[in-house]
């Protein structure tokens, strides 16, 4: 093959490859840009559907920030109850599964693998099959409506995963640590603490980001564990709005966008160790 | 050291140092606050709504629910469209992500939207986008002469639409983990494909498809048990209309509990998937290594 | 070692994490069960004086009774799910009250034995009654095999349909509420010659615009009041006096028929929404107030009333003069129109360990004048349950306009009340009736028809055997 073949078939590639990614840019961005422009709407022109707006407002943002509307009464509060409920997830879900990490990587065991299957098995069940038992034991606890039934839930469910992907990052450190404690004549706890602990703990941020988000996002158990205006998360309270007569949309759009701001930053700030600690999670089946 | 050798009758103190020197305790007592949360909030819950789903009253009652009926079958195409669809998808576009121009990481970058935010948002804005009156896709199609659709308001387009939101929200992470799965094939492999004269089909037929095959099929496994139990996406978006015809498992199970004060009726709802989960957990703990 | 010098460096980090974590620890559990007062969940109102009423009726309580109650309002789908839980937990609260009660919880939950017996209370309160809206509340208990009061009505809604007289203005027809034809054929016919007419007149900005909002989903009660409204028309029974099924007689049968068809045949001929099939019941709403459907048919009068509260229309200019309320029209066989009424009714769980103090507060509550500002606030939404707080001169004569206008609708209302055959709904009959309505077999009948083409015929067998079983499985 000739050089300028080699050359044309480069620029084939590149062309084929540009109109794909244009596609592909508008399919994922297109809702969110749409989410954008409604928020921005003024409530005249929701009813006009266009691909831009004429006359962009701020006005929902500042009502759903000033609470000046009677949806969006109690949206701080909400607010923080979705930042409560979330930070305690990631702190509890990041003790346990550092804590698991270490029985399952680097303590050999028996009945290591019964962990394990147990582990794996939480984390394949999905998560509304056990929502209905789950409600009706909080239920029985007296838990409903607190924001620790809905904590527990969370990270129950976030746990297993963050153990999957700890557990495996923390297989590949080298055996030293635990020789290193013992020459010390150093206890499992110390060596945990002052040892184990700093070596895992860029994995144990992305877990800690996993657990957040998992919470942040969560709607079912939410709506399920929790009711009433000034008890419910964010997503909960979006979702009210729509069982309600005449929901305003650009204000629910302001509400959506502020409520996906947080996981964007996130995600993009973590991302490296997101996505690495995701994949050896889930490429280590193979 | 053999297994509960601190049960052998010795002295208190010795019996303390094997116990703190005991393999099998350590573990146990590191993995503590896990087994007690698996065992309180997993196990517990299990046990009890399978108690509640014994009774065969249930069954019966679901079954003589032409709504249930139809729950089963969009539960089906659901988890079975969607998850394809969507996987098969992935796979090509870890291709595209693959080239290593640098507006492609641009692009995987925004690519990766619909992932971190939120499903609810995403969800909010499809519904709009929807609406027969005064949702774009209707003004665009009456723009171009076209007819307006009821997109949530039939039995197909609706439940078109749960498929496409689904496909939309959680493209990106599996793209991602078969970007992943693509990169940790040796590129030595590629390089004796191609003294071989392999064209890119070839490659991806010869080289990527086998090695990521288990990979893909492992994915298909788990996107199918978690979509199963999908809740929000039908109850936000459909909320199981027009004429209760798009409920799937999850959402239905709600309706039962909820709406109707039935709790046995919820739980025997999802009895009903469970032989089928467990039968993919089954699968996947034998192939999975943890 | 140097591992361990280096996490030094990161104690402080991880003692600013546990102090943030200790400083909003106590918030996790903020809301939990407190132990002597009285728990009282209310529905959350539409608009904020309705709220603002309630509370204050609790201070005065707080203050007369010496105790300390726990009130909190929740919207009503949200609240009749906790309702639900509560009494599936059997973890009550003292109180409640939601829109859904006597539709989804009071049959169903009387017949089981769960809620208390409050005939003591009612006996008290009987001569304030008006007595068609008492018997809401008058279920059977499978335990006692008796019937009972098992909850306090205290207001009403029932069916009002709403239009836009400017828009009927614009295209020169008749919109003076008195002037419209209330002929069966003739009124539905008015709306979908408004449409026609409007249509053409601006195809850009009225080329979506229906004449009909008429809310034919499974998810909407308001289906459920559309349905039983247009049965009565169509002379159709569902229950007899004791509450068995006399959907499967022939003439039954036949209006079931001529009904679905009757909301097929709107449907397909183009004049409702394609949405309607998956409104919930605040769609007709939004749809009404922007404007993309001429009337629309909606129990309570909460259209109005929230136009009423329209910050964008100080004048009250849609309220007074831009929008009406007329009544349902006469049947095809040209009898005036029968109609039916939700009463919400107050609920006193039986597990509930306050039963004396909660009926003092339902007492307070109910009281006349603290009553009549109550139901006041809410602006004409809902109608009293008692005749001497309809007295009261609000109910006929309604708000007066800025500019001297009359109120166009609460008077409305009020006839439909007062003056026209109107009985409430009728799950009280038996709790496999609150069954039909949770799954909403009309709603989802209609659907047969409209999206599934199935036959009308088709559809009501379906709809009459599932009817059948819900019965068959109350045993």
């Known amino acids: 093959m000739s050089a300028s073949g080699h050359q044309r078939n480069r620029f084939l590639v590149q062309a084929g490859l540009s109109g794909l990614a244009v596609l592909i840019l508008a399919w994922t961005l297109f809702p969110v840009y749409y989410m954008v422009l409604l928020s921005l709407t003024p409530t005249n022109d929701l009813f006009r559907p266009g691909l831009y707006i004429d006359n962009p407002t701020l006005k929902s943002y500042i009502y759903t920030m000033g609470q000046d509307n009677p949806f969006v009464r109690y949206f701080w509060r909400q607010l923080g109850t979705s930042l409560i409920v979330a930070i305690w997830t990631m702190a509890t879900v990041m003790v346990i599964a550092s804590l698991g990490s270490f029985a399952m990587a680097r303590i050999h065991f028996r009945f290591r693998r019964f962990v394990s299957g147990l582990t794996l098995f939480t984390y394949i069940i999905p998560a509304s099959f056990l929502s209905i038992p789950f409600f009706k034991m909080m239920a029985d606890y007296d838990l409903l409506d607190t924001k620790l039934a809905l904590v527990l839930a969370m990270v129950t469910f976030a746990s297993p995963y963050a153990l999957w992907v700890l557990s495996d990052y923390a297989r590949t450190l080298p055996p030293e640590i635990e020789e290193a404690g013992a020459i010390d004549g150093a206890g499992a706890l110390t060596t945990f603490f002052y040892l184990y602990l700093p070596l895992i703990l860029p994995p144990l941020i992305a877990i800690g980001t996993y657990a957040f988000l998992y919470a942040w996002n969560e709607y079912l158990y939410a709506l399920l564990l929790l009711t009433g205006e000034h008890n419910i998360p964010i997503p909960v309270a979006m979702g009210n709005f729509l069982t309600t007569d005449n929901a305003p949309w650009n204000l629910l759009m302001a509400v959506s966008t502020v409520y996906a701001i947080p996981p964007v930053i996130l995600y993009y700030c973590f991302k490296r160790y997101l996505v690495s600690g995701l994949v050896s999670g889930a490429v280590v089946g193979t | ?290 | 070692m140097g591992t361990r010098r280096r996490w030094l460096w990161r104690v402080p980090w991880i003692a600013a994490l546990c102090l943030a974590l200790a400083l909003i620890g106590p918030g996790l559990t903020g809301t939990a069960a407190a132990g002597e007062k009285l728990v009282v969940w209310w529905n959350k109102g539409y608009y904020p004086e309705e709220d603002a009423a309630m509370q204050k009726i609790v201070k005065e309580f707080e203050a007369k009774q010496k105790v300390e109650v726990d009130l909190s309002f929740t919207a009503q789908e949200d609240l009749l799910k906790k309702i639900t839980a509560a009494l599936i937990a059997r973890r009550v609260p003292d109180v409640a009250f939601c829109f859904f009660n006597d539709w989804q919880v009071i049959p169903k939950y009387g017949w089981n034995d769960q809620l208390a017996d409050v005939s003591d209370l009612i006996k008290e309160l009987r001569p304030r009654y008006n007595e068609k809206m008492l018997e809401v509340a008058y279920v059977f208990n499978n335990k006692t095999k008796k019937r009972a009061y098992y909850g306090i009505p205290i207001e009403a809604q029932t069916m009002h349909i709403h239009y836009w007289r400017d828009m009927l203005k614009e295209v020169g027809m008749e919109d003076d509420p008195a002037k419209i034809p209330m002929k069966w054929d003739e009124y539905w016919g008015y709306w979908k010659k408004a449409q026609d007419a409007l249509r053409k007149k601006d195809p850009a900005k009225y080329g979506k615009l229906y004449g009909i909002g008429m809310t034919m989903s499974t998810r909407a009660s308001d289906t459920l009041y559309n349905f039983d409204m247009a049965l009565l028309s169509f002379n159709g029974e569902l229950l007899d006096k004791g509450g068995k099924v006399v959907a499967d007689q022939p003439k039954n049968r036949e209006a079931i028929i001529n009904t679905l068809k009757w909301f097929g045949e709107l449907f397909t001929s183009g004049y409702v929404p394609p949405d309607a099939t998956n409104w919930s019941d605040g769609d007709n709403n939004a749809g009404f107030h922007n404007k993309s459907i001429v009337m629309t048919p909606n129990p309570s009068q909460s259209i109005p009333a929230s136009q009423f509260f329209n910050k964008d229309d100080p004048q009250k200019t849609n309220y007074f003069d831009n929008m009406a309320t007329i009544e349902w029209p006469a049947g095809p066989d040209g009898k005036k129109a029968r109609y039916l009424s939700a009463v919400k009714t107050v609920i006193i769980p039986k597990d509930s360990k306050n039963q004396k103090l909660a009926k003092d507060f339902v007492r307070f509550v109910l009281e006349p004048a603290r009553f009549l500002e109550y139901v006041k606030a809410a602006n004409g939404r809902w109608y009293p349950a008692f005749t001497d707080v309809a007295k009261d001169p609000f109910w006929r004569a309604g708000h007066r306009g800025p500019k001297g206008q009359k109120d166009p609708h609460v008077p409305v209302a009020t006839t439909i009340y007062q003056d026209r055959d109107n009985k409430a709904f009728e799950h009280w009959k038996h709790p496999a009736n609150s069954q039909v309505y949770d799954e909403n077999i009309w709603g989802k009948a209609m659907a047969r028809i409209a999206i599934d083409k199935w036959p009308p015929e088709k559809a009501a067998d379906e709809a009459i055997d599932r009817m059948k079983a819900i019965f068959a499985g109350y045993k």
């Open chain 2, 1 to 290: 050291m053999p297994p509960f050798a601190f049960l052998v009758r010795t002295t208190r103190e010795e019996r303390m140092v094997r116990l703190l020197h005991n393999r099998t305790f350590h573990g146990f007592m590191f993995s503590a606050p896990l087994l007690a949360l698996f065992g309180a909030f997993v196990i517990y819950p299990m046990a009890f709504g399978i108690y509640y789903a014994l009774d065969r009253d249930s069954y019966r009652a679901l079954f003589g629910d032409p709504t249930f009926r139809q729950t089963v079958w969009n539960t089906i195409w659901y988890v079975g469209v969607a998850v394809n669809v969507k996987l098969f998808l992935a796979l090509l576009l870890s291709g595209i992500l693959d080239y290593p121009y640098r507006w492609i990481r641009v692009l995987s970058a925004l690519f990766l939207i619909p992932w971190a935010i939120p499903a609810l948002p995403g969800i909010l804005s499809f519904r709009w986008m929807l609406n027969s009156q005064w949702g774009i896709f209707n003004h665009l199609l009456t723009k171009f002469g076209l007819p307006s659709v009821p997109w949530l308001a039939r039995h197909d387009t609706a439940l078109g639409a749960i498929i496409v939101f689904h496909i939309w929200k959680y493209l990106p992470f599996w793209t991602i983990i078969f970007l992943a799965g693509r990169r940790a094939i040796p590129h030595e492999l590629y390089e004796a494909a191609a003294i071989d004269g392999a064209q890119p089909v070839q490659n991806f037929r010869f080289v990527t498809f086998p090695l990521l095959r288990n990979l893909y099929l492992i994915c298909t496994l788990l996107s199918m048990v978690f979509t199963l139990g999908d809740f929000t996406v039908p109850w936000l978006l459909a909320g199981g209309a027009p004429g209760d015809s798009t409920h799937v498992l999850a959402t239905l199970a709600y309706r039962y509990t909820f709406h109707m004060g039935r709790l046995e009726w919820g739980m025997a709802t999802f009895a009903v998937a469970l032989p089928v989960t467990l039968f993919f957990i089954f699968l996947l703990l034998r192939w999975v290594k943890i």
